[in-house]
């Protein structure tokens, strides 16, 4: 009788303690659940600021055109600069279902904002000033004039500073090719392919290169173009092989093969591979590299 009693309590013991830590397990995942969801709510929020701002100050900025030159000019570049600080900000979080949101991305999304604020009122400011001068100048009394031309310099020093600025950001925004390498390749009966710098015996050319990390170019789809030019320094061209034309500088360029890839402002490798179904003719192979309409990476390889 009493080894049945030990034996009930014993299972009875191993119930509790399973209900225990179910109920454990299941406060923990409520409250992880409940965080990620109010970080998320934050960050909905945060992002929705930011839009209804984005969208007070380009309103703002916008009801300012057409008074001068100058002032247009600048309004375009403030455009330009909150437009990709607003980018900037946006691919700092993910609110979609499949990421988690961390408070580091949040208190870093904060510190972007606040950014953003400022820039928004030093353009502001600079405008005020702008439309400061042009009333001045549009008053006829000699004893400021002086004062006229003094703030009329400092506005095109302004202006001249925000315009290099806004050339600093296109420049900046480039992407940039390195660690370029071309290779001859030879595929045996196997199927293997290994590398020759023989001419007779390379049948494609392999290119791979480095898409360097930039925080500033905006993400997405890029596609990247390959002109390769054989000895005769004519670009090798032939749609059968995926060969195609493109425009830089507005001007319609050749390209031998190009590689989709979708750029999140991190390093990306890219590789491929091309073969002219001919034979490959022994000298130099040059490789341009082109992405956004701007040459972005050269190498060079030889074949003996």
């Known amino acids: 009788m009493s080894d049945q009693t030990n034996g009930g309590n014993s299972k009875k013991g191993m119930l509790i303690g399973l209900i225990v830590i179910l109920l454990l397990i299941?406060?923990?995942?409520?409250?992880?659940?409940?965080?990620?969801?109010?970080?998320?709510?934050?960050?909905?929020?945060l992002l929705d600021q930011k839009e209804t701002e984005f969208a007070q100050v380009s309103n703002e900025l916008n009801s300012f055109k057409g008074k001068n030159v100058q002032l247009d000019s600048l309004i375009n570049i403030a455009n330009l600069e909150l437009a990709v600080k607003s980018g900037q900000m946006d691919s700092l979080i993910d609110i979609s279902k499949n990421f988690r949101i961390t408070k580091k991305q949040l208190d870093k999304f904060k510190i972007e904002n606040s950014k953003f604020r400022d820039i928004s009122k030093r353009y502001l400011s600079q405008i005020d000033s702008l439309i400061t001068?042009?009333?001045l100048l549009q008053e006829e009394n000699t004893s400021l004039k002086s004062t006229i031309t003094d703030e009329k310099n400092r506005s095109s020093k302004l202006i001249d500073d925000n315009v290099k600025l806004s050339n600093k950001v296109s420049e900046a925004s480039i992407l940039k090719a390195e660690a370029i390498v071309i290779e001859?390749?030879?595929?045996?009966?196997?199927?293997?392919?290994?590398?020759?710098?023989?001419?007779?015996n390379v049948d494609k050319l392999k290119i791979c290169t480095k898409i360097l990390e930039n925080k500033i170019t905006r993400p997405g789809q890029k596609d990247i173009y390959f002109r390769i030019s054989g000895p005769d320094g004519t670009a090798i061209y032939n749609e059968q092989t995926g060969s195609g034309k493109f425009a830089i500088n507005n001007k319609e360029t050749t390209y031998t093969i190009k590689s989709t890839v979708n750029y999140q402002n991190k390093e990306e490798n890219v590789c491929v591979s091309h073969s002219t179904g001919m034979d490959?003719?022994?000298?130099?192979?040059?490789?341009?590299?082109?992405?956004?309409?701007?040459?972005?990476?050269?190498?060079?390889?030889?074949?003996?």
Request: charged fraction near 25%; charge should be positive.
């Open 26 to 45: 299941n406060l923990g995942f409520l409250y992880f659940w409940n965080t990620d969801r109010n970080l998320k709510n934050q960050a909905q929020t």
């Open 280 to 304: 490959y003719s022994k000298g130099n192979y040059n490789v341009e590299i082109y992405a956004d309409g701007q040459l972005i990476g050269k190498g060079t390889m030889s074949l003996k």
């Open 133 to 135: 001068v042009t009333k």
């Open 184 to 200: 001859g390749i030879k595929t045996r009966g196997s199927g293997k392919e290994v590398e020759s710098s023989r001419a007779r």
